[in-house]
């Protein structure tokens, strides 16, 4: 037998409408327990109203060492932002 | 209004919740140490509104420290349940579930209560409890019905517990004055519910429910286990010490 739990991530949702957000992982035998650790370690000062738990080990990263390839060819490519229209005065938050 | 009856419903909460705070720090895994202290200080918060309003009912210039910790021994009317050590975590587990079965079904019927401030402190507290409630009655199902050692655990605390339990079903002069005054809880109707509740969580579990009998002596009047004195000296240290402080 493992004796010890595997490992959780969790994301807390803030407020309705919101996205729920990663803000950290825990150890609990199954997803009902994680919804109550989860409960009780990140949600005991107002921070949300919902929450859900993932395995981490459903979880596939990308690897840090490709980081090169993956995300440097964006840096020199500002094109890709939609930043070169003029916009109308009236357009105030975009 | 009875002084004595918010004693008593102050003094479970505070002596259960001095007894979950020795465990911060010492709690079997992060998750379940933060748990249990979230637990204690729903239970505080809860004992500083039946002090408060005991305080002023008392006058005098009573505040809330001086009813809940200036007191001798004998004035303090908790059950014997909630004094029970910390032995292993089958007991923390066993000694807290038996008391939400018990607590649930006690702030229900407080909602109603025709005092309307004892009734807003029950409807305040009661969602707290029922986490609580739901917290101590999973970890009984999972460990009554986890590894071999973890069931025979659950099944030692238990049946070492249940014997206090009849106590809190016991109605002493200030709880049956105000049961009939429509302020207290009524005992008789509770105790179905408590009943019908240890019996599926126990069934869930896997665990027996012991046999009798019951202890008789009687926490709520004042007798108590040699446990309280050292919980009180703990308790009441800083009061004693340095009379009249403020946090």
Same mark, same amino acid.
């Given at each position: 037998?493992?004796?010890?739990? #595997?490992?959780?991530?969790?994301?807390?949702?803030?407020?309705?409408g919101? *996205?729920?957000?990663?803000?950290?992982?825990?150890?609990?035998?199954?997803?009902?327990?994680?919804? !109550?650790?989860?409960? *009780?370690?990140?949600?005991?000062?107002? !921070?949300?109203?919902?929450?859900?738990?993932? #395995?981490?080990?459903?979880?596939?990263?990308?690897?840090?060492?490709?980081?090169?390839?993956?995300?440097?060819?964006?840096?020199? @490519?500002?094109?890709?932002? #939609?930043?070169?229209?003029?916009?109308?005065?009236?357009? @105030?938050?975009? | 209004? +009875?002084?004595?009856?918010?004693?008593?419903? $102050?003094?479970?909460?505070?002596?259960?919740?001095?007894?979950?705070?020795?465990?911060?720090?010492?709690?079997?895994?992060?998750?379940?140490?933060?748990?249990?202290?979230?637990? %204690?200080?729903?239970?505080f918060?809860?004992v500083?509104? =039946?002090?408060?309003? $005991?305080?002023?009912?008392?006058?005098?210039?009573?505040?809330?420290?001086?009813?809940?910790?200036?007191?001798?021994?004998?004035?303090?009317? +908790?059950?014997?349940?909630?004094?029970?050590?910390?032995?292993?975590?089958?007991?923390?587990?066993?000694?807290?579930y038996?008391?939400?079965?018990?607590?649930?079904?006690?702030?229900?019927?407080?909602?109603?209560?025709?005092? /309307?401030?004892?009734?807003?402190?029950?409807?305040?507290?009661?969602?707290?409890?029922?986490?609580?409630?739901?917290? /101590?009655?999973?970890?009984?199902?999972?460990?009554?019905?986890?590894?071999?050692? /973890?069931?025979?655990r659950?099944q030692?605390?238990?049946?070492?517990?249940?014997? =206090?339990?009849?106590?809190?079903?016991?109605?002493?002069?200030d709880?049956?004055?105000?049961?009939e005054?429509?302020?207290? %809880?009524?005992?008789?109707?509770?105790?179905?519910?408590?009943?019908?509740?240890?019996?599926?969580?126990?069934?869930?579990?896997?665990?027996?429910?012991?046999?009798?009998?019951?202890?008789?002596?009687?926490?709520?009047?004042?007798?108590? /286990?040699?446990?309280?004195?050292?919980?009180?000296?703990?308790?009441? =240290?800083?009061?004693?010490? =340095?009379? +009249?402080?403020?946090?």
């Amino acid at each position: 037998m493992n004796k010890d739990w #595997p490992l959780w991530e969790v994301f807390i949702r803030s407020k309705s409408g919101l *996205d729920h957000r990663h803000c950290g992982s825990l150890h609990a035998a199954d997803a009902k327990m994680a919804i !109550e650790n989860a409960r *009780d370690v990140y949600t005991r000062r107002q !921070e949300g109203v919902s929450i859900w738990v993932v #395995p981490s080990s459903q979880i596939t990263a990308s690897d840090p060492e490709a980081s090169g390839e993956l995300f440097e060819p964006a840096l020199d @490519k500002v094109y890709r932002h #939609p930043t070169f229209y003029d916009l109308p005065d009236a357009l @105030k938050h975009m | 209004m +009875n002084y004595q009856y918010l004693l008593l419903l $102050a003094d479970n909460p505070l002596i259960l919740g001095h007894r979950l705070s020795e465990l911060c720090g010492h709690g079997p895994t992060l998750e379940t140490d933060i748990a249990l202290t979230n637990i %204690a200080l729903d239970l505080f918060g809860q004992v500083r509104n =039946y002090c408060q309003y $005991a305080a002023e009912l008392h006058g005098e210039g009573k505040t809330e420290d001086q009813v809940a910790f200036l007191r001798y021994e004998h004035e303090y009317r +908790n059950v014997l349940l909630t004094e029970q050590p910390n032995h292993d975590f089958a007991w923390v587990i066993g000694r807290q579930y038996l008391f939400d079965a018990y607590h649930l079904p006690l702030l229900t019927q407080l909602s109603d209560s025709k005092d /309307s401030r004892l009734a807003g402190i029950a409807m305040k507290s009661i969602k707290e409890v029922r986490y609580h409630h739901r917290f /101590s009655s999973e970890w009984v199902k999972r460990l009554g019905g986890g590894t071999e050692e /973890s069931h025979q655990r659950m099944q030692a605390a238990m049946d070492q517990l249940w014997s =206090y339990t009849g106590e809190l079903f016991l109605e002493t002069e200030d709880e049956k004055a105000m049961k009939e005054a429509g302020v207290g %809880a009524d005992y008789g109707k509770m105790r179905p519910h408590f009943d019908a509740d240890v019996q599926q969580v126990f069934h869930e579990a896997g665990l027996v429910i012991p046999e009798g009998p019951w202890h008789r002596t009687i926490g709520k009047n004042g007798v108590h /286990s040699e446990n309280l004195g050292y919980i009180l000296a703990d308790l009441q =240290y800083m009061q004693r010490t =340095y009379p +009249n402080m403020e946090w």
